[in-house]
């Protein structure tokens, strides 16, 4: 089993926590009620730091492991990515398209082949699991850079050559393509946020981030360089959250996500505390993190809190509650067993080689 992070965990404990927030703003009363294109920040913040973990951790498997050189690494990554998303984030779909789709078939295809989010056009979408679209972007990430050099060293290419050949191809395509559609096409901003040929940069930065030297990894990896660069990526989100122009738009998907990727190096360098509260509430947070992110917004959409006396803060608390509870049902009963089925498949695997 691979030695978790707790300082990557902490990250992605504080992603979707986050995400889980935002998600609250329609409950807010009138009265509590600020500008919420600065709310908002949160839930962009929490994504964007999903984005560049996952492309980090991409990055030390497939680059700095080299774990899909060849064909039975690249069927093991295979299992591994299948088992890990598409069991639980099948359950929850099929939950969701009964509890609050149209009922129609051909609504659910989009979502089983992940491309409700490829096209950048408002007719492909079906709005009924619209928080998926980040899970949309992630797995077409994961097949690229594991297909794509695999296929390249079949060739004769160098691995690591092919791989940073690959994340440099869908950085500057994604950067490239977005510039081109906002400065002529006009998408609407939450369009270009949620397309998945958008936003491949920023799991691009994670995974740049195992691909440099040591001594720049060193240089980042100091408190007060990270705390420089997380300061930086809060202050770009609030300066380009409500553009003026083409440029600012761009940048708002460019610049906080690149200082986001660089606060990488320091948190994998923090040691895990003892086994105290705070240490069980992170690690088992960070943990469930995909079920909650599954879970989330389904007691919302059943209208549990609207018809509530409580005030905000208790019916956030109350909120948090009861995602928690759902995703450790999910987690325990549905993600877990099958990561265990996954582990065998993988231990069959590594026997066959």
């Not at 096209?119 to 998926?132: G, M, P, R, V």
């Not at 906002?182 to 995974?207: P, Q």
């Not at 609030?238 to 122009?245: E, M, N």
Request: aromatic share 22%.
């Amino acid at each position: 089993m691979a030695t978790r992070s707790f300082g990557l965990d902490f990250l992605r404990a504080i992603a979707i926590l986050l995400v889980v927030f935002v998600h609250t703003f329609p409950l807010m009363p009138q009265t509590l009620l600020i500008e919420l294109a600065l709310l908002d920040l949160s839930g962009c913040i929490g994504v964007d730091l999903f984005f560049v973990l996952s492309g980090y951790l991409m990055g030390q498997q497939i680059f700095k492991k080299e774990a899909v050189s060849n064909l039975t690494g690249l069927i093991t990554f295979s299992v591994k990515r299948f088992f890990r998303t598409y069991p639980l984030y099948l359950f929850f779909l099929i939950l969701k398209f009964i509890l609050f789709a149209n009922k129609e078939l051909d609504t659910l295809l989009p979502y089983l082949t992940f491309t409700h989010f490829w096209a950048t056009n408002d007719q492909w979408k079906c709005f009924f699991y619209l928080e998926s679209w980040t899970l949309c972007i992630e797995e077409w990430f994961y097949f690229a850079i594991s297909l794509f050099p695999f296929l390249l060293v079949l060739f004769r290419l160098n691995y690591k050559l092919s791989v940073g050949f690959i994340v440099c191809l869908l950085c500057f395509y994604s950067i490239f393509i977005r510039w081109i559609e906002i400065n002529y096409i006009f998408l609407d901003f939450d369009l270009i946020r949620c397309s998945t040929s958008l936003r491949y940069d920023t799991l691009c930065y994670g995974f740049f981030m195992v691909m440099v030297p040591e001594k720049i990894n060193q240089f980042l990896a100091r408190r007060i360089v990270a705390i420089t660069f997380l300061f930086l990526s809060i202050f770009l989100y609030i300066y380009f959250r409500s553009p003026v122009g083409n440029f600012e738009s761009w940048a708002f998907f460019t610049f906080p996500q690149i200082c986001l990727a660089f606060i990488l190096p320091r948190f994998v360098q923090i040691n895990s505390p003892q086994n105290n509260i705070f240490y069980y509430l992170v690690t088992w947070t960070a943990k469930i993190s995909f079920s909650l992110y599954l879970v989330n917004l389904i007691p919302i959409r059943l209208g549990w809190f609207y018809s509530t006396e409580y005030s905000y803060l208790e019916i956030v608390i109350l909120y948090f509650i009861y995602c928690y509870i759902l995703s450790f049902l999910s987690y325990f009963f549905i993600e877990f067993n099958f990561m265990r089925i996954r582990n065998l498949l993988i231990a069959r695997l590594e026997l066959a080689k």
